[in-house]
């Protein structure tokens, strides 16, 4: 199982942007579908956004989207989270995992089937 961490938390005003990454090592994700979670204090993990192992099909939780967009580069072997327009409702610890599926064709937050997670980002949003 490839190891995961994420980068490019931050303090951010409502209504900037962040780029977060998630670089794989010790093995490759390429042939997996990748997604983002949150957890804000007090609530549950949620699905922010998914991207199937090709790239070529994203989904997204319905509070980002619009807002968020999910990328990758398997040359990388990394991940990425472009966020925009930022609000303090978006303030949570962010975590990339790798899905467990062989090649699935899309993941999505009901299929998604976690393999590993990274570690965890701070994301704090400022009014």
């Known amino acids: 199982q490839a190891q995961l961490v994420e980068s490019g938390g931050g303090l951010v005003q409502a209504g900037g942007s962040l780029r977060l990454s998630c670089a794989a090592s010790?093995?490759?994700?390429?042939?997996?579908?990748m997604g983002w979670f949150r957890q804000a204090p007090g609530r549950e993990r949620e699905f922010v956004a998914g991207?199937?192992?090709?790239?070529?099909?994203?989904s997204y939780g319905d509070l980002v989207k619009g807002r968020f967009t999910v990328s990758r580069d398997n040359a990388k072997n990394t991940v990425y989270l472009q966020m925009n327009r930022l609000n303090p409702e978006d303030t949570a610890i962010y975590y990339c995992?790798?899905?467990?599926?062989?090649?699935?064709?899309?993941?999505?937050?009901?299929?998604?089937?976690?393999?590993?997670w990274g570690q965890g980002t701070q994301v704090t949003v400022s009014s």
């Open positions: 995992a790798s899905d467990n599926v062989y090649k699935r064709p899309v993941v999505t937050g009901t299929n998604f089937r976690v393999g590993s």
């Open positions: 010790g093995g490759t994700v390429s042939n997996y579908g």
């Open positions: 991207i199937s192992w090709s790239g070529g099909r994203t």
